[in-house]
């Protein structure tokens, strides 16, 4: 089991910047990746960023150059900076960690972070 609490959120405005973390807790060994989602009302969840074991990571391209994932060495904490935010990032933003369960991978997740970003 992982736990995730993701913090950082809040009101910004355009072209400003906003970095979110996600503390984690439990087996932290077993974690294979880490990765940002978002949601926004009416949206579909999407992936934002992902980071893996061996510090590989990939980006919507809707964020790239604009974000950064990155980690610590135990998995403890990730985190997303986001500059030149936009108003079309305005979503909820969730952490989830993917391990292996008893049946594949399992994924845990976040409670998410709410980011609003005024024009």
């Known amino acids: 089991q992982v736990q995730l609490v993701e913090s950082g959120g809040g009101l910004v405005q355009s072209g400003g910047s906003l970095r979110l973390s996600c503390a984690a807790s439990?087996?932290?060994?077993?974690?294979?990746?880490m990765a940002w989602y978002r949601q926004a009302p009416v949206n579909e969840r999407e992936l934002v960023a992902l980071i893996t074991r061996d510090d590989t990571t990939n980006y919507a391209d809707s964020v790239k150059g604009r974000f950064t994932i990155s980690r610590d060495n135990a998995w403890n904490t990730v985190y997303l900076q986001m500059n030149s935010l936009e108003p079309e990032d305005t979503a909820v933003y969730y952490c989830?960690?993917?391990?292996?369960?008893?049946?594949?991978?399992?994924?845990?997740w976040g409670q998410g972070t709410q980011v609003t970003v005024s024009s």
């Open positions: 439990g087996r932290l060994f077993s974690i294979s990746s």
């Open positions: 989830r960690a993917r391990a292996p369960g008893d049946i594949g991978p399992a994924d845990y």
